[in-house]
């Protein structure tokens, strides 16, 4: 091995000298660096998915805009019925509830012929606003909730979409949903029915 000196490694070189040896750094240090938690791709597709939710928003709200702001339909005001006595009188009051002047002449037995979905939903909604000092009445919590639930439904349609393809097609399910005639006409602000809140879950 020749005193001079000796090579060991293409970082590394080391000398030699009367006194000993020496070893000097490194010359190409390794750089690393850290990779980004979010990446662009998530960042575009969180983007769109919004634009997508709040466009299907504001176009379910468009008749606000325009028009009185009432229950569209006669299924609508028999859902804000049931949804006033939930909020008047507690949600076990529903499945004891026999009214009388429905149906006439021989009543309704409504906790037995309800679906608890929509008034339920919506009297929870009214009792979470209330409690955190937004005081909104039941009717406009009625007109709302629609729009809500179906602009929602967009972002569950993403997820259903993605787990079974992949991003682009949860993104094209929200799309859909969020602007297919047939889905935009039962979530209407305003058509207070097993709709808004059954398609929601379902999907």
């Known amino acids: 091995m020749s005193p001079e ?12 000298a009367e006194s000993g040896h020496s070893i000097s750094a490194p010359t190409n240090p390794v750089r690393f ?10 960042i575009i597709i969180a983007i769109t998915l919004a634009i997508i939710f ?18 569209r339909a ?18 076990g009051a529903f499945f004891d509830w026999y009214d009388a002047y429905t149906w006439m002449p021989f009543g ?3 906790g037995g012929s309800t679906y608890v979905g929509v008034p339920f939903t919506s009297a929870f909604f009214y ?8 005081p909104v009445s039941v009717t406009y919590v009625s007109i709302l909730m629609p729009a809500l639930l179906g602009a ?22 929200a799309l859909f949903m969020g602007f297919m005639p047939a889905f935009l006409q039962r979530t209407i602000a305003g058509f207070y029915d097993n709709e808004c809140i059954g398609v929601f879950a379902i999907v």
């Open 5 to 16: 000196s000796v090579s060991t490694s293409p970082n590394i070189r080391r000398t030699s």
């Open 33 to 42: 660096r850290p990779k980004s938690i979010i990446s662009r791709g998530s």
């Open 54 to 71: 709040f466009a299907s928003l504001a176009l379910r709200l468009v008749p606000l805009i325009d028009a009185q702001p009432i229950d």
């Open 74 to 91: 006669i299924d609508p005001w028999i859902q804000l019925k049931v949804t006033e006595h939930i909020v008047e009188n507690g949600y």
């Open 108 to 110: 309704r037995d409504i």
């Open 127 to 134: 009792f979470v606003a209330n409690g955190l000092g937004i």
């Open 152 to 173: 929602l439904t967009t972002i569950a349609a993403f997820f259903l979409g993605r787990e079974i393809s992949n991003n682009s097609v949860g993104l094209l399910s």
